[in-house]
T-cell receptor, first 111, second 114 residues
Framework: GDSVTQMEGPVTLSEEAFLTINCTYT??????LFWYVQYPGEGLQLLLK?????DKGSNKGFEATYRKETTSFHLEKGSVQVSDSAVYFC??????????FGKGTRLHILP | SQTIHQWPATLVQPVGSPLSLECTVE??????LYWYRQAAGRGLQLLFY??????ISSEVPQNLSASRPQDRQFILSSKKLLLSDSGFYLC?????????????FGPGTRLLVL
């Protein structure tokens, strides 16, 4: 079945460092791909998405490119801030509605 | 270990009919509980969350309601379903262990309103 695998955390970086969180997927169809973020004490929020191969989703300085050839959707940010500390979930949605999440990656940014 | 259950897995209901989706958690106590909806072509939307028995916060006003009759039970309801209620409903819980919070998702319920 469909699945999402993302790098395990926690990831600890200093402020202004470059961030990459790896995410790969398996799917029988052509899914949409998402990154969600959960800040402490809050529910999930959609960070960015891409709906087809080579699409790049971007928001708040974060980017991810839908790579069909490597079945990947890695999350990147050029310069992280303390306020980016959160748990990040990679997810896919196939056939319109059912969504499958990775296990989440906790990110700590040190000032 | 903690587990989360949802049922039913799939549901087809006519417009105007009532709805009851159930979510239960095992292996923990006093979790924060969440109901999300994924509509076709959209991202996940937080509907309700609960920090304790009888405590429900609504994120989006609509014809749905939630209840938490027991510590590890979270129910999503509607008196009259609309076509726009179709989607994939996910229950989730978070555990606060010290300074760290982890979210766990149920298997989801696919709801089709006709």
């Amino acid at each position: 079945g469909d699945s999402v695998t993302q790098m395990e955390g926690p990831v600890t970086l200093s402020e202004e460092a470059f961030l990459t969180i790896n995410c790969t997927y398996t799917a029988t169809g052509y899914p949409s791909l998402f990154w969600y973020v959960q800040y402490p004490g809050e529910g999930l929020q959609l960070l960015l998405k891409a709906t087809k191969a080579d699409d790049k989703g971007s928001n708040k300085g974060f980017e991810a490119t839908y790579r069909k050839e490597t079945t990947s959707f890695h999350l990147e940010k050029g310069s992280v801030q303390v306020s980016d500390s959160a748990v990040y979930f990679c997810a896919l949605s196939d056939r319109g509605d059912k969504i499958i999440f990775g296990k989440g990656t906790r990110l700590h940014i040190l000032p | 270990s903690q587990t989360i259950h949802q049922w039913p897995a799939t549901l087809v209901q006519p417009v105007g009919s009532p709805l009851s989706l159930e979510c239960t958690v095992e292996g923990t106590s006093n979790p924060n509980l969440y109901w999300y909806r994924q509509a076709a072509g959209r991202g996940l939307q937080l509907l309700f969350y609960s920090v304790g028995i009888g405590q429900i916060s609504s994120e989006v006003p609509q014809n749905l309601s939630a209840s938490r009759p027991q510590d590890r039970q979270f129910i999503l309801s509607s008196k009259k379903l609309l076509l726009s209620d179709s989607g994939f409903y996910l229950c989730a819980f978070t555990l606060q262990l010290g300074a760290q919070e982890t979210q766990y998702f149920g298997p989801g319920t696919r709801l089709l309103v006709l």
